[in-house]
Every structure is written in C-alpha cells, then in structure tokens.
C-alpha cells in the first residue's frame, strides 16, 4: 500500500512481499491504521495495523480474526479508544466492539457487513 502527502513529505510504501493490506485509516498525521490478512500455513487471520507515517514501522498490531473469518468493514470511535468492525464467515456475518485500551471484545446482538459510530 502506498501513501502520499499532498505537500509531498511522505512517500512511503507499507507492508512487506506477500502481505494483503487493505482498508487504510490515519490515526492522527503520524499514524497510519490498516487491516492485513495474513493467509499462510502456519497462521491465518486479520489484524488491524498501526504504523508510523514518517518510519514505516509497525507501532501496534491488534489481532481481529483468525482462520477463514475475515474483516468486512471496520470504524474507530472519535476518541481513538475503540474500533467497531465487521466479520465474514461463509454467509454468516457478526459484529464486534474492540477497547484499544484493555483488548476487550464485545460481540453485538446484531451482524452487519458495514458498521457505523453513531453520535
């Protein structure tokens, strides 16, 4: 994945050989988010990226899915403390919200392909 500023200080490609990133967010101006789906033998999963704009460095790696569940949509709440986001297993989809600050997860009483904060 490739990200540019429009002042062109930043031009900077994310992610390594082989790696499926997609879905791409800022945290704030040094902070990229981006999901990457990692499909191997050895492990198989989503897991929500943070990396710094100015290094490329992996700052934090969140863990969302494993196996063949994958990642639909997902939203980070106005205060950067929790993300809502989207998961796909065959026709079944569910729904979950993730505390950044404690890793907590919660799965909501209804699935959606494409959830939204609302105020």
Known sequence: MNVRSLDGTVDRTFGGY???????AFLDRDTLMALRRVVSLAKSGT?????SVKTGKVLRSVPLTSGS???TAWQIDPLHQHIVFSTQQGVTFHTYVLSLVD???TSLPDGGDDPLWMP
């Open 69 to 71: 569940e994958s990642v």
């Open 103 to 105: 890793g907590s997860k």
């Open 47 to 51: 897991e929500l990226l943070f990396e």
């Open 18 to 24: 082989g790696d499926i990133q997609y879905a791409p």
